[in-house]
Structures are given as C-alpha cells and as structure tokens.
Nanobody
Framework: QVQLVESGGGLVQAGGSLRLSCAAS????????????MGWYRQAPGKQRELVAG???????NYADSVKGRFTISRDNAKNTVYLQMNSLKPEDTGVYYC??????????WGQGTQVTVSS
C-alpha cells in the first residue's frame, strides 16, 4: 500500500507559476512502483476529473493538450516525490489537483488533493 499527499496549491494570478508536490509513503516496493507510473489529475468545478500529466512505464511523459508546453511532471525517487511544475497558468487551470497511479485511480482511491485557483 502507498499513501499519497499532495501539496503546493494556492491562489495565483494568470500568467503565474506554481509547483505541486506529491509525497509518497508506505512500502519501498510499492513506492518505487507507484512513482514510476504516477500521474497528476485535475478536477475543475463542474467537470470530470482528467489526467493532465503522467509517466508511463517506459519512462516517457505524456500531457493533456491543454497543458502541453506549460506543465512539466518530474520525480525525485530519492525523496519519494513527484512534482508538477505549472507555468503560464490560466484561469481554466483552476481546480483540485490530485496525484495518483492508474491502478488506484481505477479503483476510486484518491487523496485530498490540493486546490489551485488562477485569477484573471
């Protein structure tokens, strides 16, 4: 079992930046497996949760079209942490951001998320 805790959200003006962090804890084996396939999801007000950035097992990264060129996912395996650097933020980036693995997301297991609010 792995536990995930998101942090780093806040209120920022359009054009600003934020860096989100996702700290993983639990068994080392589970952590290593989880970090390598971790993704960041976003749930905007009144919308379904969507994957905005993630790692695949081959080590590549993938991004939603809406955030390409602005968001960067990275990880520090030594710190058991995954990051989401968000630049050039737009009001439509507002939402609750969650980190998760595809398996946990599919089972409906989510953390508390971190709120990001971008003002115009």
């Amino acid at each position: 079992q792995v536990q995930l805790v998101e942090s780093g959200g806040g209120l920022v003006q359009a054009g600003g930046s934020l860096r989100l962090s996702c700290a993983a804890s639990g068994s080392i084996f589970s952590i290593n497996l989880s970090i390598n396939v971790m993704g960041w999801y976003r749930q905007a007000p009144g919308k379904q949760r969507e994957l905005v950035a993630g790692f695949s097992r081959g080590g590549s990264t993938n991004y939603a079209d809406s955030v390409k060129g602005r968001f960067t996912i990275s990880r520090d395996n030594a710190k058991n942490t995954v990051y989401l650097q968000m630049n050039s933020l737009k009001p439509e980036d507002t939402g609750v951001y969650y980190c998760n693995t595809p398996r946990r997301a599919g089972s409906g297991s989510w953390g508390q998320g971190t709120q990001v609010t971008v003002s115009s």
